[in-house]
């Protein structure tokens, strides 16, 4: 009887797990799924005065139409928080130093050194500051987050998952979400100068004339000015060169790259097919999932009987501003400009002066601020902040800095870029980017008249003459003294309407005058890529279109390696393969697996570019290993991304006093190269015939939850889809870094613009807006910048007992 009564048991339990656990699939399911934002329907909202309509198109992007500036912003605030608040949550913990918060313990190295710059206390300042109208602007956004938030069946999935909920929003969020993008663009300046100091301290100052040059025959200026000439090459390098570190990092080579990027360009009207200027611009930055934008059109009344639309993308958790795209008079885009925007100024100590320190200003006493860090399962932590006149204080090598940096100064932020809404030339556009309270950018516009400009837009720092000393960190009584306040917007350099009917940026020196001096060096770019979108700009001719534009940006031609590739295979010659049946394969796919381009099934581009990249670990790893003492940032091509030129100028040179120690020749030492990527491939199990470059060059960017739970992987990640371009072309791609999204617009002709964007609209997998569009970004595939007919229709309409300002 038992056993018949444990064997019917047994068969009720096998009939009731498997359905309690399809019960709990389901109900997970559901509940992801009731965190979906809403598409359709009619919503009444108390944060408006009048009917708002969010039309989104086949893709999700919406067309955000009111009849009044407040309440579009209101609705952006309302869509954003439903498709992107975990990205507005993370960018804002980023700069504020609460991502512990979140994640626990293991965010507190970064949460410790984010506070150290107060952004949230200087974030409440700038809101102070402030005009009525603008915080209003910034208030009705963050009354539409919330309430957007507010509207959804379930929090966010990511709070599920992490065991957390989500903070309403507050006015300085938004601030905060403008200092993330300062901490991006610029956050590499700190460990830069320190890498530079080393290299002043450890080397004379031919020797250091030689190692960090100002300026390239790769660079592109846009003054036209000619390039300095080459520092003689000294007779003895200095003592550090060459040296080998205590341990060479394995396969350093094959996860290799750069991570500088962005191009933006205009034709003139002169030479465009409608007589209106044609902007293009591609925004590089670190890929993940969702994209950092979200592209939208905004329609409203102009206040003159008429209505104004303008495209583009927008930030999520910034205030909402179309950050790059056109109003239809004018359109503009930005690349970084790695000016020198950021100083390190040695504070001195005295027992005469205790608890004080020496600036150039005199004796200070640091105001001491206490910062409580939340952690997540853990008590909070306190961390105090010592600050003076020229910035908080930190300690790196032995000495005690003030980090002097522009985003502390009082209107590093601010809402100008509002008024690029409304401008209607490109001198008016030129005039407001200069004020603009953002990471000071390259700003190149263009408007329906066909004229052309370039400035910065963002605040620059009054410098003395001396630019070039300042990248460096200056020491306790130097000679080159730091920024003194801000620029004025009149002092700004601009290049207007050039005779040859185009500009481009694309992080190189944009300068080689004397107007140079505005701007310093905060680290250009090479050049490479800069020379080749401008030569490549100049091939569309007297008259073009926004396709032929938009192609600029697709241009993975390796001219820059091909150089290098030239020098493997003179090097590889009878002798140097004879007997070495892998040096020989290796030039037999460097001559028949090369095509010129950054293509995926290329060996040869993908043997070429590891080649300059062995050269560059032979003669600088042991530097590295040096350099990252002081930051683990810091790095050789870091201090100094013009390295390759300096490479390829020792082995046409080949000065016996710079040879490394170890290295019989510069003939034997390239070999050397040659056999370390040899041995790297092999190591990692890589067929050297089936070494191509989209093998390596893989796309790997995920939701950054992802990070956390590894395990869903695949759910929240892209394709590993293999990827043309690469570094020092214009179409820059790697595997978690490369073109945020391209746009081509001519003012006035919005219609024919053109977009891609490497993520959907939504940051969640069940939205069928998640990846919608990546495959077309992979394929540079371009869609309508404008958004298509309406497949959804979401109505806001104001609550009936609520009265709000028009």
């Known amino acids: 009887m038992r056993a018949r009564r444990w064997k019917a048991w047994t068969w009720r339990l096998a009939l009731i797990l498997p359905g309690l656990a399809l019960l709990a699939c389901l109900g997970a399911w559901l509940l992801l799924r009731a965190s979906l934002a809403q598409g359709d329907g009619r919503r009444e909202v108390a944060g408006i005065a009048r009917p708002v309509t969010v039309a989104r198109d086949e893709a999700g992007v919406p067309l955000i139409r009111g009849s009044s500036r407040l309440d579009v912003a209101w609705a952006t605030g309302f869509v954003h928080a439903q498709e992107r608040f975990f990205q507005m949550d993370l960018l804002r913990r980023t700069a504020g130093g609460e991502l512990a918060e979140l ?205 104004r639309r303008l495209v583009g993308v927008t930030l999520p958790g910034a205030p909402p501003l179309v950050i790059a795209g056109s109003n239809g008079k004018v359109a503009w885009g930005f690349t970084n400009s790695y000016g020198d925007y950021l100083d390190l100024v040695e504070v001195g100590f005295d027992a005469a002066h205790p608890g004080q320190v020496r600036t150039p200003q005199g004796w200070e006493q640091p105001v001491e601020r206490v910062e409580t860090i939340a952690v997540k399962g853990a008590p909070a932590e306190q961390l105090t902040v010592r600050e003076t006149g020229l910035g908080p204080l930190r300690q790196a090598g032995g000495k005690t800095w003030a980090l002097h940096w522009v985003a502390h100064a009082p209107g590093a932020v601010n809402l100008n870029h509002l008024r690029l809404e409304e401008a209607a030339s490109l001198e008016a556009a030129l005039a407001i980017a200069a004020s603009d309270g953002i990471p000071a950018q390259n700003f190149v516009a263009g408007d329906a008249a066909g004229n052309i400009g370039w400035t910065i837009a963002g605040r620059l720092p009054r410098r003395a003459a001396d630019a070039y000393g300042a990248s460096f960190p200056l020491a306790a009584g130097a000679a080159t003294p730091t920024w003194d306040g801000l620029l004025a917007p009149e002092s700004y350099p601009r290049v207007v309407n050039p005779r040859d009917g185009q500009l481009s940026t694309a992080n190189n020196r944009q300068l080689m005058g004397a107007q140079s001096a505005l701007l310093g060096d905060g680290g250009f770019d090479l050049g490479a890529r800069g020379s080749q979108l401008r030569d490549r700009l100049r091939r569309l001719g007297p008259r073009t279109d926004e396709q032929g534009a938009f192609a600029v940006a697709l241009d993975d031609r390796a001219l820059f390696i091909a150089d290098w590739r030239r020098r493997a295979l003179a090097v590889l010659d009878q002798a140097a393969i004879a007997d070495h049946p892998r040096r020989a394969a290796f030039r037999r796919l460097l001559e028949t697996s090369w095509n010129g381009h950054a293509d995926v099934d290329s ?190 229709t979401l109505t806001l309409v104001p609550a009936r007992d609520v009265t709000l300002p028009r």
Not at 151 to 173: I, N, V
Not at 279 to 284: E, P, R
Not at 666 to 676: F, G, N, P, V, Y
Not at 680 to 704: D, Q
């Open 103 to 307: 994640f626990g313990p293991r965010a507190l190295p970064l949460d410790r050194a984010r506070r150290l710059h107060r952004f949230r206390a200087r974030a409440a300042r700038a809101l102070a500051d402030l005009a009525p109208a603008e915080r209003a602007f910034v208030d009705r956004y963050v009354a539409g987050v919330n309430a957007g938030m507010g509207a959804l069946g379930a929090r966010p999935f990511e709070y599920l998952l992490t065991g957390t909920a989500p903070a309403p929003w507050r006015a300085e969020d938004s601030l905060l979400a403008v200092w993330a993008m300062f901490i991006d663009l610029q956050g590499s300046q700190e460990p830069r100068e320190l890498a530079r100091g080393w290299l002043r301290d450890h080397s004379d100052a031919a020797q250091l004339a030689f190692l960090l040059p100002q300026a390239t025959h790769w660079d592109a200026p846009l003054d036209a000015a000619g390039a300095p000439s080459e520092a003689p090459l000294p007779a003895r390098a200095p003592a550090w060169w060459g040296a080998r570190p205590a341990q060479s990092a394995p396969l350093a080579l094959l996860g290799r790259g750069d991570i500088v990027g962005s191009n933006n360009y205009a034709i003139a009207g002169s030479r465009s097919t409608t007589g209106a200027a044609i902007v293009a611009d591609d925004m590089h930055l670190g890929l993940q999932l969702p994209n950092i934008w979200y592209r939208l059109a905004f329609v409203y009344p102009d206040g003159h009987g008429g209505e």
């Open 603 to 792: 060996v040869g581009y993908r043997l070429a570019r590891n080649f300059m990249w062995a050269l560059h670990d032979i003669l600088f790893e042991g530097l590295d290993a040096q350099l990252a003492n002081l930051d683990p940032k810091a790095a050789m091509a870091l201090a100094n991304p013009r390295w390759p030129a300096l490479v390829a100028r020792l082995l046409d040179e080949g000065p016996a006093g710079w040879l490394p120690p170890g290295q019989g020749s510069w003939r034997a030492l390239q070999l050397a190269a040659i056999d370390r990527v040899l041995s790297e491939l092999e190591a990692a199990g890589v067929p050297l015939e089936r070494a191509t470059w989209g093998a390596r060059n893989r796309a790997a960017f995920a939701h950054p939850i992802a990070l956390a739970l590894p395990f869903l992987g695949a759910w929240l990640g892209v394709p590993p889809d293999q990827l043309a371009g690469d570094a020092h072309m214009p179409r820059v791609a790697g595997p978690k870094f490369g073109q945020s999204e391209r746009m081509t617009v001519s003012p006035g002709h919005e219609e024919e613009g053109l977009f891609n964007m490497p993520g959907g609209q939504s940051g969640h997998p069940l939205s069928p807006y998640f990846l919608h569009g990546h495959a077309d970004w992979v394929q540079g595939r371009p869609v309508p910048l404008l958004p298509g007919p309406a497949r959804h």
